[in-house]
């Protein structure tokens, strides 16, 4: 299944750069306006326009949305967890906002965002 979802996950944004969408959000706008489109984007971006699809890990399970609890317990199989760098040690603002997503107040943040 890992294989196959890489292979979809690659041929949808290969279609997506060949049409010129470079953003989640252009995507999203394509697939709600376009009969039988598929896309591949960020939770946060999800409209009323369009649906989220059930994912499998194999033939014989059943088929999972992408909400946070099934992506936390790992049955969610195409999320992707999200990371942060710095060059160095982060120190002062950069700091304080790294400290700040992992804290309660900044994961609560995301959730009602639905960055997860």
């Known amino acids: ?3 196959f979802s890489r292979e979809v996950i690659k041929c949808v944004i ?3 750069i060949a049409m010129g969408l470079f953003g989640c959000k252009e995507v999203v706008e394509l697939v709600s306006r376009t009969p039988g489109a598929i896309g591949y984007s960020g939770i946060g971006f999800k ?3 369009i649906k989220f699809v059930k994912v499998k ?3 014989a399970d059943q088929g999972y949305l992408p909400t ?3 992506f936390v317990t790992g049955k969610y199989s195409l999320g992707r967890s999200l990371h942060m760098y710095t060059l160095g040690q982060p120190t002062g603002h ?3 906002y790294i400290e ?3 804290s309660p107040a900044g994961n609560g943040g995301t959730e009602a965002l639905r960055l997860h």
């Open 47 to 49: 409209t009323d326009g």
């Open 100 to 102: 700040w997503i992992i």
């Open 1 to 3: 299944m890992k294989a």
């Open 94 to 96: 950069v700091k304080n």
């Open 68 to 70: 946070l609890e099934n």
């Open 57 to 59: 890990k194999t033939a």
């Open 14 to 16: 290969a279609v997506s």
